[in-house]
């Protein structure tokens, strides 16, 4: 039937059948969470009925309203959501799980009410802050953002990062249901049902908290309704019981990940199958207004023989990109001083935003704002990517646009020593589905790359480097996203050397000790590490037969492999020797930390001319 009003019996019948068909649903697949689902199945009832603002024929209206299931694995809990709101019929809830199916084990944005990927638990409260953030203060639209947690889940971190972040911003538009349902995978949670210790914890981070029962409809209603009231976030932090009106996995420990074990039996005690109909409040359509004030883009450009910076002519690109490009914002992690994203903020302060010391939600808040429509830039040091991994790599199951930034990459950072060289960072971002690595050498391509960058999708990441570093391209030259550059080269090469960032400016010492030798050395400058190209390389390989790689960087996964990868089913296979940082280094000097590593120039003409010898 179609609801145009409702009342605790209708929102009481509404939560029955959310866990009825939820039941169905990993019924359906034989497999699934729906104990989690039952547990947050009023919250969720409450909320489509009464408070959720969302046109599910027009997905992509600006004025929706945001839904985050950041306990992911609830799915069946969501997916019976949108059969309720006629979004999805009760046939397609069938295939579950299925191949195919658009109802994923967790959810994607393969639905188009789906914002990011979540299941990943830590992660959805953060990308929630950062919708939140776009709405406060780029879109000025008053969507609420609603993101549903598990109790479990504040073990994470990243959770916490997510809270502070939020409370220090103020984002009164975000609402973090909490369903303290007391169980975890395995058994009970680090506080259980001690909802009063949750509330203190993030109450100190400047939050709203409201403490309620969390199967009273009655009480979600008025909690909702004093988080909208709320000049700050709210936190709604209800007790609930696992699956909940299921006597044989009620408040049960073992029974997370499973169907319930008898479906008929479960849904018979759950009152049986129901068809109701939820007339969602739908906000007035507001058309995407893309922000105005496109202008030409003109980056800055360097003469030969400079010696720049490539992070600072990567500082220098984006804060050109910004007049440019107003739909271009920029995320730091409090290194703007050293990342040069400094330059950005100077010119351009309402787009450009403060994280702190805090990657994770970095990260996440970039997500969020790629999820409006903005195109994030954010920069770290390379090393401290790591940190973020797991949420640059739900970003690229979630499809959205990051552009990431990594400097002070490699032993050539010098004094600094190991923890702060990112030496992991070339093979953790070529690894990512939908990747775009690059690691440009000298000033002008890399202000070329940082152009190219916004134009192109998914997970995009750049590597620049410390030291300054001599200027080899005049600002004529192009840089096309899956090229590279041969500097040096003849008809009767003996050998290729291969490098990028740092170490090309070694292979041309390298190349300069090797002609005194009698010993030939073509350079290629591997810019474009993903996508590669493989027709250069492969030229190379025919040519010469002998291919030294170079890189400041960890042997594995880095340009060496890339190389050796382009290389796979070639008609000729060239003998190929990969130099690379294969020591923890300590402290020195930038020069001695490449001579250590033996990525030096004299090292790689040593490696070449053996090479070449054989």
Known sequence: MSVASVDHDMLTALGRQLRVDAVRAADFAGSGHPTSSLSAADLMAVLLARHLRYDFEAAQNPANDHLIFSKGHASPLLYAMYVAAGAISDEELRWYRSSGSRLQGHPTPALPWVSVATGSLGQGLGVGAGIAL????????????????????????????????????????????????RLGQRGPTRYG????????????????????????????DAAYAEAAESARPTAILARTRKGKGVRAVEDAEGAHGKPVPNAESAIAELGGRSEIRVEVAAPEYERPSPPGGERALAIPVYERGESVATRTAFGRALAAMGHARPDLVVLDGEVSDSTRTAYFADEHPDRFFECYIAEQQMTATAVGLSARGWLPFAATFAAFWSRAHDFVRMAAVSGVDLCLVGSHAGVSIGEDGPSQMGLEDLATFRALWRST???????????HLTAAMAEHSGIRYLRTTRADTPVLYGPEETFPVGGSKVLRSSEFDDVTIVAAGITVHEALGAAELLADDGVRARVVDLYSLKPVDVATLRRAAADTGRIVTVEDHWPEGGLGDAVLDALTESTVMPTVVKLGVSALPGSATPAEQLRHAGIDAESVAEAARELAGE
């Open 134 to 181: 776009a709405g406060e203060r780029l879109d000025r639209r008053d969507f609420r953002v609603w993101v549903l947690c598990g109790d479990g889940e504040l073990a994470e971190g990243s959770m916490w990062e997510a809270f502070e972040y939020a409370g220090y911003e103020r984002l009164r538009n975000l609402t973090a249901i909490v369903d303290v349902n």
């Open 193 to 220: 049902w001690d909802t009063a210790t949750y509330a203190r914890r993030i109450s100190a981070f400047g939050w709203h908290v409201v403490e309620i029962d969390g199967h009273d409809v009655d009480r979600i």
């Open 437 to 447: 690595v690059l690691y440009p050498c000298d000033a002008n391509s890399t202000a």
